[in-house]
């Protein structure tokens, strides 16, 4: 089991001819430093989601792919800071936004239950730009393109 004060993942997820596809997600997972900055480096990873995936569909994959990282290599923390570039996503995870969409309370709910499973104090949920999210943004693409899953710690 590890055991970190504080983490950030960043998610995102992309979906060519929204909502039709080809999709993929890709997230990266940090130990957060004493400024609250990215620090050290934890994993990072990606998945081809195929066809008849919506974007938001896929922004909801890669947080729930980061989730499933942290749940199957026992991984605990504190404080969990998770950012991403999809306002509605971070909104609805946040509580600031209903979910209404028939299609995506499932991945909602998916999301919701990875977190009641996760040893943490707290959830705080920030909205970022695209440029502060490079990694999860170009992991996503990755997994269109080379349409596969892959993950690296």
Known sequence: MSHYHRLIIYFDGASRNNPRGPAGCGWAMYE?????????????????????????????????????????????????????????VINQLDGCYQVRSDNITGYYRAVVDKLDQIDKRFVKYTHVDRSRNTLADSLANDAIEYEDDYISD
Do not use: K, P
């Not at 990215?38 to 569909?57: C, E, F, M, P, T």
């Open 32 to 88: 957060m430093n004493h400024h609250g900055a990215d620090g050290d480096y934890i994993a990072s990873g990606r998945s081809y989601l195929g066809y008849d995936v919506s974007n938001n569909q896929a922004e909801y994959e890669g947080v729930e792919a980061a989730l499933t990282y942290m749940i199957d290599n026992d991984i605990s923390c504190y404080g969990l800071y998770i950012r991403g570039d999809s306002q509605i």
